[in-house]
């Protein structure tokens, strides 16, 4: 058998068998579960009048949020800005916050559950639920919060943090927590879109919800929809 024969011969031995090819094992199909984000555009909205404008509103109603704006509000508040760097500072560029995305669904995001993925600026599906399903069954959540089109959930793990003394590990995660959420406040100002945080809320129970390992830490929920004309905005 000439050696040419048997190297036509193989591919599709391989086929038959079900084994990939090498060549064709590194062209492998993206994951079903990752949603592309766009990428981030350029405003001409002022932080000036941002900061003017900031209002926390909970009377919040739909559609949710479309695929370019939840885009948006995650690059806001964890993008990357420059390779490897987010657009919030973090101790020693650790990074310890992760951010979820709970929508109802608009025409250009399906309802469910998402974490989103700087790196790849993009969401990773981790579940079916929307805001109603998720969070409305949780006891003593806020109706205004499961009411809402869409809602943000930032998450710490302080363990990523260096350093042995793990209070401070702690503080720097908080903090980090609170520059992601002023970011991605002032980002849904000025997209026109209302928004707030959440307090006195069972985080825990959200954590649960959403399936989180035990050192993942819920921190703050903000609540983003649109603004109902004539409804006055809060704090």
Partial sequence: MSRSFVNRLFPVALLVLGVASPVRSQ????ARDRVALPAPAISTFSLDAALRARRTTRSLTGPALS??????????????????????PSAR???????????????????????????EQALRSVGAKGVAALLGTIKGMQPWIAKSPSVFVVTGTAA??????ADARRHYTF???????????????????GSGVASGVDLEAVGTALGLPPEEKVTILLPVGRLIPGERPGQ
């Fill in 27 to 30: 062209a492998a199909a993206p």
């Fill in 160 to 165: 990523r943090m260096s350093g042995s003394d």
């Fill in 67 to 88: 695929l370019g704006e939840a885009a948006q509000l995650l690059w806001s508040a964890q993008g990357e800005n420059r390779p490897g760097r987010r657009t919030v």
């Fill in 175 to 193: 903090w980090e927590s609170g520059a992601a959420s002023q970011a991605l406040l002032l980002q849904a100002t000025a997209l026109g879109l």
């Fill in 93 to 119: 560029a650790r990074y310890p916050l992760d951010l979820y995305l709970v929508t109802e669904g608009s025409p250009t995001l399906a309802a469910g559950t998402y974490r989103y993925l700087p790196g």
